[in-house]
């Protein structure tokens, strides 16, 4: 039953958005998922984010290229905003942004796919 492991594999399928974001949700719980912010373990995290993200995509979508961000602020009332843009073809290039939080901070990481030609 070969023919079933393909049509369940989605890498051979254009960029998901809506997938995109569940995979990101589940790095960051698993990184700082019970965690309460602490300064001195911010750059482990966001480099355990990024990099589980990555490894993450290329195993549902090979055929692209991947930037991903992340930043980790800790909840003290004040504010965060952020934006991005792209000029890109929306059929095969795609993006995500997730906005994460728990008691203690909060955690924005965007995904940019770029299909390759």
Same mark, same amino acid.
């Given at each position: 039953?070969?023919?079933?492991?393909?049509?369940?594999?989605?890498?051979?399928?254009?960029?998901?958005?809506?997938?995109?974001?569940? =995979? !990101?949700?589940?790095? $960051?719980?698993?990184?700082? %998922? &019970?965690?309460?912010?602490?300064?001195?373990?911010?750059?482990?995290? @966001?480099?355990?984010?990024?990099?589980?993200?990555?490894?993450?995509?290329?195993?549902?979508?090979?055929?692209?290229?991947? =930037? !991903?961000?992340?930043? $980790?602020?800790?909840?003290? %009332? &004040?504010?965060?905003?952020?934006?991005?843009?792209?000029?890109?073809? @929306?059929?095969?290039?795609?993006?995500?942004?997730?906005?994460?939080?728990?008691?203690?901070?909060?955690?924005?990481?965007?995904?940019?796919?770029?299909? $390759?030609?």
């Amino acid at each position: 039953m070969t023919g079933m492991e393909e049509y369940h594999n989605s890498s051979e399928g254009s960029f998901s958005s809506e997938e995109a974001d569940v =995979i !990101v949700k589940e790095c $960051v719980d698993n990184v700082v %998922g &019970g965690e309460d912010y602490s300064q001195s373990q911010v750059n482990k995290w @966001t480099s355990s984010i990024v990099e589980r993200c990555l490894t993450q995509l290329v195993k549902h979508w090979k055929q692209n290229k991947y =930037i !991903v961000t992340c930043a $980790v602020m800790q909840k003290t %009332g &004040g504010g965060l905003h952020t934006a991005n843009s792209c000029y890109w073809d @929306t059929t095969m290039d795609g993006s995500c942004t997730v906005r994460w939080e728990n008691r203690t901070m909060y955690c924005v990481v965007s995904v940019f796919a770029v299909a $390759v030609a």
